[in-house]
C-alpha cells in the first residue's frame, strides 16, 4: 500500500489551528495518511496545540520562512520513504475535505502532480463549501493573472492557480523538491514552471479556499509588491535555466 | 596622450601611503584569523596596485585616453568604483552560499531533532513497561531451591 503524508506548515497559527486540525486528522484517517506539522518557531501556543491534536511536528530552531518550511516536510517525506505528499496550509485557507481528492487524481491519473486551483469550475465537486470562497486580494488576484500570462507565454500551459499552495505530488517529484532547485525563499509559480520545464506531469483540479480571518502568518512578511516583482523575475530565471537532473 | 594632465607628487605619495596601510592593515586581518585568505584577494590587490602607484602610472594614463576620460584622477574613482562593486557582488554570491548552507543545517538539525526526540519516547515507554512487569520466575536450580524454603516453612 502506498504511504501519504500530509504536511502542514505552520507559523503562529494558534487561533487557526483547532478549527484545522480535527478535520485534517479525520481526512487523513479516511485516505490512510499519516500528518506531519512543520512549526517555523511559532512564538504562540502553535506547537502546544499541534502536540494536544497529537500530531508529530518538526520544529525549527529559528524562523526560516514559509519555503525551508514546506521543504523541511519534503526532506523528512523523502526520509520516511513517503510515495505521496499532500501540502496543506495551516492558516485554514485550504479545506481539507479537497485532501482526499487531490490524492484520488494523483494515485488514479498519470500526474506527477495536483495542485488545487480556486478559479475552477466547482460544478462536480462531492461536497458543498463550508463559508464564502477566497480568490485573493485585488493585488494578489492581479499578481496572479500576470504569473498566469508569464507562464501560458513561456510554457503554453495554462494553469489556473500558479500561486496555489494546496498541492501533491508524487516520490519522483519529492526528489526534485528537495534538491537544489527548489527556490526556498518564497516558493510559488516559479516552482510551477521549473516542474514543467523538468518534464513533470502537471494536472489542476478544483478546490475550495476560504478567506483567512486574520492577516499574518508565513505569508505575512511579504509585501504584495515585492511578491509580484520577485515571482516576475524568479519566472524569468526558471525560465533560462537548464533542466535539473532528476535521479528519483 | 598629450591632453591627460599628470598627476602631482604630493597625490601620488597620498595614494601609496595608502596602499600602505591598506596592506597592512589587511595582512593584519589575515595574520589574526579575523579575515579568511580566500576573502581578501581583492583587497590584496587593491592594496598592491596603491603601493605600486608609481610603476603602474603610465598604464594609468593610458588607460584614462583609452576609456576617454579627461583626468587620471576620474580614472581611480571610476576603477575604485569598479572595485566596490566586485565586491559587493562577490559578498552577494557569498551571503547567498551561507544561506544555502544555513537552511540546510537548519533542516538537517530540525529532522535529527525529532528523531532524537522519537528515540528518546520509545526508550522512555520501554523503561516503563520493564518497570511495571512483574520480576521473571526464576528458573532452573534457583525455582527448586525456592521451592524447598517454602516446604520448610510450611511444615
Redesign the interface.
Known sequence: MDKVLIIIPVHNEADHLPDLLPKVLKEAKKVGADVVA?NDASTDDSLRCLTSYGI???????Q?GYG?TI??GY??AL?NHYDYLIQIDGDGQHDPRCVSLILAKLTRSAADVVIGSRFMSKAKMPFHPRESLYHGTPIRRIGIYLFRFILLCLSFRKITDPTSGFIGFNRRVLHFMCG?GFP?DYPDADVVLTLLRNDFALLEIPVYMYPKTKRYGLHRGCKPIWYVIKVSISLVIAFLRDKEVCDG | MGNVDMLPDNQKIFIILTGCLLLVVVVELIRRRKMLEQYSAIWLFISLCAVGFIWIYPLLVRLTHLIGAGYTTSTILFCGLFAVILLTLQLSVKISEFAFHIKDMIQELTLLAHKVDQLSQRLESLERRRQSEPLLEPTGQGREEKKANSRKKRA
Do not use: D, G, N, R
Open positions: 512543520i508529530s511536528t518538526l520544529t525549527h530552531p529559528c526560516m525551508v521543504q523541511t526532506k523528512y526520509a537544489k526556498f
